[in-house]
């Protein structure tokens, strides 16, 4: 089924004057992980809210299961067909078990079911044997576990979760990826989720929306997004730190050659000769060797001064100085094995068709 | 003037510790009366609480501020103006309750509603937003969402009321004026409108020292109770291990 779960047009929120979502139109297809991403404070949570139907949107038009959502009438019955996980767990004074039970008992289910119900939803996020605790004792962790079983207990066909597991230590955050995968598959659930991590967003959704400042400016797949970002904002925002403003030269049937700073870069693009353009390519789409004669079907191929090396995590950031300045990803072993450091004399290359090619305003 | 205290204090204690009939006819309908008021006003007040603070409307924050205002309210004041209500011309007297027990408990409810209205709004207002966020996506309706707020919110609501009781027990002026001071017929508690406050003010005025200072010990000991009792809950002491069970 490709119907959608969700479409908005227009969708605008103001909060006093001002804009926290403005001119925001996309569409969540039935079934599929829809990851939001954008920097903090750029409206994810504002979003997810309006779309769960607990805010009431300014302005726009909002369309959930099918059903015209700002009809106040069809509110209260959409809203049950959904859940959200906040980033902070609520946690309400009760035991473990009452928690969880909560939606299922505005829904007036009978005990037994609830009782089932809650008692396969512990198992699910494994929180087994926990039920009687008073809420209050449990860590981070388990909270936002019990928190995500209340969530999905109710069966929701639409899953909103707001950053779920920034607050959490790697393992508990692994833990709630894995569950939200499995409710994905399992039960066909609708599921859109914030955050500001982009190996989350890579990780778990099937396509992404990058929120900037309340607006919405690119909807793809994660492909599209890390590799063809639509604006240096969203290339800076998705980790492609090579961009360099440059003018085409001549472009033979897509194939063309952009001057930046006085260095010849081979790129693939539509674009016709004079035309100011913007190249953005990812770090790990550049190749680092020590010797020129290294074969290489790259087009371009340079070659440098090893200018700065940032460490992250097993990877190192290796900038290079070409005339203008190359960041190349590599991992810390082979940073090691190829004796890299700074000072040192290095080749670059990276293909043509790795460059993603945008024209300036 | 120091022996005199000090002889006051021993036969003071002496009444207590014999239950003189009076000091015990005394107690007891105080907090007949007193229990009551802040039970009755407690039912009311609650729900009102919550309705202000979950419905908006024109004029809301007016409503607050007087509410508000209200705690201040004189008791002399409140008694004036019932007193002028119930009496016979007045038109609440077809009530008849003018120097009754009942006419006390109205007086009571009277200073006490706006505390507990007040102070439920403010309890509610204090929960996380993030909660009541929770609470409208699990899919409740505003009734339920209210509820789970006034659960959310049962400490400081408890708290509420208890502050309650501690103004309703502890005036004198509305008592005196709607009560009248009466005392009650041997083994008829109601019949009398003679509360702790009241008999405090009447025998210290008559110079009956000894019987003043044993009701005012008691007061004293009713007060401490609340308050220790308001702490407790404030802490949630009282209730951790039941709810951890």
Same mark, same amino acid.
Do not use: C
């Given at each position: 089924m490709s119907t959608s779960a969700i479409e908005t047009h227009a969708l605008l929120k103001k909060y006093d004057e001002r804009d926290v979502i403005r001119d925001v139109s996309f569409s969540i297809r039935s079934g599929e992980i829809f990851g939001i991403i954008g920097p903090s404070g750029s409206g994810k949570s504002t979003l997810l809210r309006l779309l769960d139907l607990i805010e009431q949107p300014t302005g726009g038009r909002l369309t959930i299961l099918g059903t015209d959502a700002l009809v106040p009438d069809a509110k209260f019955l959409l809203r049950r067909r959904m859940a959200l996980l906040s980033q902070k767990p609520v946690i309400f004074s009760r035991s473990v078990f009452d928690n969880i039970a909560i939606g299922m008992e505005y829904r007036k289910k009978v005990?037994?079911?609830?009782?089932?119900?809650?008692?396969?939803?512990?198992?699910?996020?494994?929180?087994?044997?926990?039920?009687?605790?008073?809420?209050?004792? &449990?860590?981070?962790?388990?909270?936002?576990?019990?928190?995500?079983?209340?969530?999905?207990?109710?069966?929701?066909?639409?899953?909103? &979760?707001?950053?779920?597991?920034?607050?959490?230590?790697?393992?508990?955050?692994?833990?709630?990826?894995?569950?939200?995968?499995?409710?994905?598959?399992?039960?066909?659930?609708?599921?859109?989720?914030?955050?500001?991590?982009?190996?989350?967003?890579?990780?778990?959704?099937?396509?992404?929306?990058?929120?900037?400042?309340?607006? &919405?400016?690119?909807?793809?797949?994660?492909?599209?997004?890390?590799?063809?970002?639509?604006? %240096?904002?969203?290339?800076?925002?998705?980790?492609?730190?090579?961009?360099?403003?440059?003018?085409?030269?001549?472009?033979?049937?897509?194939?063309?050659?952009?001057?930046?700073?006085?260095?010849?870069?081979?790129?693939?693009?539509?674009?016709?000769?004079? %035309?100011?353009?913007?190249? &953005?390519?990812?770090?790990?789409?550049?190749?680092?060797?020590?010797?020129?004669?290294v074969k290489t079907s790259a087009r371009n191929v340079f070659s440098g001064i090893i200018k700065k090396m940032i460490p992250s995590g097993p990877f190192v950031d290796v900038i290079v100085d070409c005339g203008i300045d190359l960041t190349a990803l590599v991992t810390i072993q082979s940073s090691e094995d190829l004796g890299l450091a700074r000072g040192v004399k290095c080749w670059v290359s990276f293909k043509a068709t790795a460059i993603h090619v945008i024209e300036e305003q | 003037m120091v022996y005199e205290i000090i002889d006051g204090f021993v036969q003071a204690i002496q009444l207590i510790v014999s239950l003189n009939p009076e000091v015990v006819t005394i107690t007891v309908l105080t907090l007949i009366v007193s229990l009551t008021s802040t039970f009755l006003s407690a039912i009311i007040s609650v729900p009102a609480g919550a309705y202000i603070y979950a419905h908006d409307f024109f004029g809301k924050r007016l409503v607050i501020n007087i509410i508000q205002t209200l705690y201040a309210l004189p008791t002399v004041l409140a008694g004036l103006l019932l007193f002028l209500f119930l009496s016979h011309q007045g038109p609440l007297g077809f009530l008849d309750f003018?120097?009754?027990?009942?006419?006390?408990?109205?007086?009571?409810?009277?200073?006490?509603?706006?505390?507990?209205?007040?102070?439920?709004?403010?309890?509610?207002?204090?929960?996380?937003?993030?909660?009541?966020?929770?609470?409208?996506?699990?899919?409740?309706?505003?009734?339920?969402?209210?509820?789970?707020?006034?659960?959310?919110?049962?400490? +400081?609501?408890?708290?509420?009321?208890?502050?309650?009781?501690?103004?309703?027990?502890?005036?004198?002026? +509305?008592?005196?004026?709607?009560?009248? $001071?009466?005392? +009650?017929?041997?083994?008829?508690?109601?019949?009398?409108?003679?509360?702790?406050?009241?008999?405090?003010?009447?025998?210290?005025?008559?110079?009956?020292?000894?019987?003043?200072?044993?009701?005012?010990?008691?007061?004293?000991?009713?007060?401490?109770?609340?308050?220790?009792?308001?702490?407790?809950?404030?802490?949630?002491?009282?209730?951790? $291990?039941?709810?951890?069970?």
């Open positions: 005990k037994s079911e609830i009782s089932r119900a809650v008692t396969e939803a512990l198992d699910a996020v494994g929180l087994a044997g926990y039920g009687k605790r008073s809420a209050r004792t &449990l860590s981070g962790g388990e909270a936002q576990r019990m928190a995500l079983a209340r969530a999905v207990v109710i069966d929701p066909e639409i899953l909103f &979760l707001d950053e779920p597991t920034t607050n959490l230590d790697p393992i508990s955050a692994e833990r709630i990826d894995d569950i939200i995968i499995r409710l994905n598959r399992e039960k066909e659930m609708t599921v859109v989720i914030s955050t500001h991590d982009m190996i989350q967003g890579q990780h778990l959704a099937d396509r992404i929306g990058v929120i900037m400042d309340g607006a &919405l400016p690119q909807v793809g797949t994660t492909k599209e997004i890390f590799h063809q970002p639509t604006t %240096t904002n969203i290339a800076r925002f998705v980790g492609v730190k090579n961009m360099y403003s440059g003018v085409i030269t001549e472009n033979h049937g897509g194939e063309a050659i952009v001057d930046v700073a006085g260095i010849h870069i081979a790129a693939v693009t539509p674009f016709h000769p004079q %035309t100011k353009v913007t190249l &953005l390519f990812r770090p790990e789409d550049v190749t680092l060797h020590m010797e020129q004669s | 003018l120097f009754t027990p009942q006419g006390m408990i109205l007086a009571q409810m009277i200073l006490v509603t706006p505390l507990i209205i007040g102070l439920t709004i403010s309890a509610l207002s204090g929960i996380d937003k993030d909660m009541r966020h929770s609470i409208i996506s699990l899919g409740a309706t505003k009734f339920q969402a209210i509820v789970t707020l006034i659960q959310e919110a049962r400490f +400081a609501i408890l708290a509420a009321v208890i502050l309650g009781f501690g103004r309703a027990i502890s005036e004198v002026g +509305a008592a005196m004026i709607i009560g009248g $001071n009466i005392r +009650a017929f041997p083994g008829d508690i109601l019949s009398g409108t003679r509360v702790l406050t009241t008999a405090i003010s009447l025998e210290t005025s008559q110079g009956d020292f000894p019987l003043a200072i044993a009701l005012g010990l008691i007061l004293l000991g009713v007060a401490i109770v609340v308050n220790v009792g308001l702490n407790m809950i404030q802490s949630g002491s009282l209730w951790k $291990n039941s709810w951890n069970s």
